[in-house]
């Protein structure tokens, strides 16, 4: 090969070059945008009030809320120790887009330390699935302390006087 071919023959290769590359980078390109997602709805009601905030919502059972068994030994309309019932909390959760938990738990009021009240703890799913999106929290309770004479002042000091039951319900999303 001559000299010239030679130096025509690089000219040509790197003309070729240039123009390869520069054809390549007409292709390149960016794209840069955004994504929206929907939330899912959250809508919880206890007893008709809503829950759709995050607060923590303290709400008051009537003692017409508790439905006591009847006790031969205690008269209709209050109760005494041995006396047993349930208080039916409706929870819905109609509108809500997510799987629901409810959990129960209660305790014994700190200011009535002689009435021993026993309330199990329970958990209920709602299914995302599930057409009836409402639910009744059924919460038993019972007075433990089964004395049957007046000698227990403890439980006399009661007398005519209301005693609380605290309860807690936690709904939440199943994650």
Known sequence: MKKSEKILLIILVILGGA?????????????TGTANATVAKWSVKVKGNSLDTPA?????????????ENNPNVKE???????????DIEVDCTGTETSVE???EA??????????????????????TDANKKRIV????????????????????????????????TIKQVV
Do not use: C, R
């Open 19 to 31: 123009l390869i590359s520069t054809s390549y980078a007409f292709y390149h390109g960016a794209a």
């Open 77 to 87: 309309g209050v109760v005494a120790p041995g006396s047993k019932g349930k208080i």
């Open 138 to 169: 059924t919460i038993d309770i019972e007075w433990l302390n089964k004395y049957t004479d007046a000698s227990n002042t403890g439980d006399m000091v009661l007398n005519g006087k209301i005693i609380k039951i605290p309860v807690k319900l």
């Open 107 to 128: 305790s014994n009021d700190s200011n009535n330390k002689n009435v021993k009240v026993s309330v199990p703890a329970s958990k209920i799913v709602v299914p995302l």
């Open 56 to 68: 923590v919502k303290k709400l008051q059972f009537k003692d017409t809320d508790v439905k006591w």
């Open 102 to 104: 409810i959990l129960t």
